[in-house]
């Protein structure tokens, strides 16, 4: 028996809105490094090795940043300053084309920053309903919620004045119906939420500080139920309750020489989580520290410790699958190890000028865009195989996004769709 016409039609037509209501889908990218900050699609078609006919777009991206793209429900959003810093740009692009849907523009100045910072490093989020941006004016530091749909802005909180001799680069991440943002200076350091539709604060916890950090927090989902949100700075790694920032359990980061910045953010790794630091002088620490505990676990759940130099990343942030971890460094080298020891399975060295960009991983490859503008694609295993290098023709700072099957790449000047 067939379904009459107006019934069909009905079905059809919920079938196509249903995409566009509720929240963020399991296929989008929301957050800097996607779902949870794992850097992890569950995308299966993205090209391995492409020519110019699997760039289905490129669209100028209007003034200059390092902020990441995010994806959700065919849109593409990303941070930009104006050439004179004297404007910042919450941007809002057609995934499917590439136009610009919307711009929308906060004031601000010029100020001192590190020569591989920007005015606009932050990474927006969004949890499918409203999309939410930190900006830093040069002197303060604005968090905001837009209307997703058309950017209409929906509230602000001012958070004060900012210090860091590298500049502002910290992203928001949404838990439930909070966007929560690490605030963490030189001097001062605090960790705060925020309600998702009024923007009132619901928590402010204070942190220890050093120097600013710019880690992304992410959410730990315990196996019998429950939720932790993991922090990571200079000060160690922290697990709070969501709900009310009261913290469960902490690790005190403790350092060879002077505590190290934390600019990369953490992931999980089974029953760990991995946290890495370093300095610009080539220092570097990295820590697989174990999930769970009450009140100060310092002395008892620190699994393995890293200090070797270059070879580990700073900036890039780690992935895992499996038993192992893959990375790529800042001084250009490519590595697997063991998730449970740390210890080393294999080191490559890929590229002279480095990788400033996290890698992501796709279908069992890690796609790594190094600061040349340079492709890597190897498989994620513990021998290693080159499969691909493509050439955007760009200098690429920015983590790749992925999502409906496309890798989208921020450029120094344009946004690249790729797909097949």
């Known amino acids: 028996m067939q379904p009459s016409s107006h019934i069909w039609r009905f079905w059809l037509a919920f079938v196509v809105l249903l995409p566009a209501c509720g ?14 900050g794992a850097g992890i699609a569950e995308d299966k078609e ?68 590190h020569p591989l910072n920007s005015l606009a490093s932050s990474t927006p989020a969004t949890d499918g309903e409203r999309v939410y941006a930190a900006f830093w004016d040069g002197q303060g530091i604005h968090l905001g919620a837009y209307a997703f749909k058309d950017g209409t802005p929906l509230w602000e909180n001012d958070l004060g004045s900012y210090k860091s001799q590298h500049g502002f680069g910290h992203s928001p991440m949404v838990v ?24 009132a ?11 600013a950090c710019y880690s992304t927090p992410l959410i730990y989902t315990r196996p019998g139920g429950g939720k932790e949100l993991i922090v990571v700075s200079t000060a160690g790694i922290t697990s709070y309750n969501p709900a009310d920032g009261r913290a469960n359990w902490w690790y005190t980061w403790k350092f060879a ?47 393995w410790q890293n200090r070797q130099f270059k070879y580990f990343a700073y900036v890039p942030c780690f992935l895992a699958l499996g038993s ?42 890690v796609y790594a865009v190094a600061k040349n503008g340079t492709v890597y694609v190897f498989e994620a295993a513990p021998k290693f195989k080159l499969l691909a290098q493509n050439r955007i023709g760009e200098t690429v700072t920015s983590t790749p996004a992925v999502a409906d099957n496309r890798l989208f790449i921020r450029g120094e000047k344009h946004l690249f769709c790729i797909g097949k």
């Open 324 to 365: 192992h971890l893959y990375s790529v460094s800042d001084t250009g080298w490519a590595a697997c190890h063991l998730a449970q020891t740390g210890e080393e399975i294999w080191r490559e060295s890929l590229c002279k000028d480095g990788f400033l960009a996290s890698p992501v991983l796709v279908a069992g490859k």
């Open 257 to 303: 020489k002077a505590p190290l910045r934390t600019v990369s953010s953490p992931i999980l790794a089974g029953n760990l989580v991995l946290a890495a630091s370093g300095d610009g002088a080539g220092d570097r620490d990295t820590i697989a520290v174990k999930l769970g505990g009450q009140g100060d676990v310092s002395g008892t759940n620190l699994v």
């Open 23 to 36: 929240l963020a889908g399991a296929g989008d990218w929301p957050r800097f490094r996607g779902p949870n």
């Open 201 to 211: 604060k619901v928590w402010q916890i204070e942190r220890r500080p050093y120097r």
């Open 46 to 113: 993205v090209p391995v090795k492409w020519t110019e006919e699997n760039i289905l777009w490129k669209t100028p991206i209007p003034g200059v940043g390092h902020s990441s793209p995010i994806v959700c429900k065919g849109r593409v959003f990303l941070q930009s300053a104006s050439e004179d810093g004297n404007e910042r740009w919450l941007l809002c692009l057609d995934a499917g084309k590439g136009d610009i849907l919307w711009k929308r523009a906060a004031p601000g100045r010029e100020a001192h920053i």
């Open 176 to 199: 439930d119906d909070k966007v929560v943002l690490a605030n963490d200076q030189d001097g001062t350091s605090h960790l705060l939420a925020f309600d998702t539709k009024t923007g």
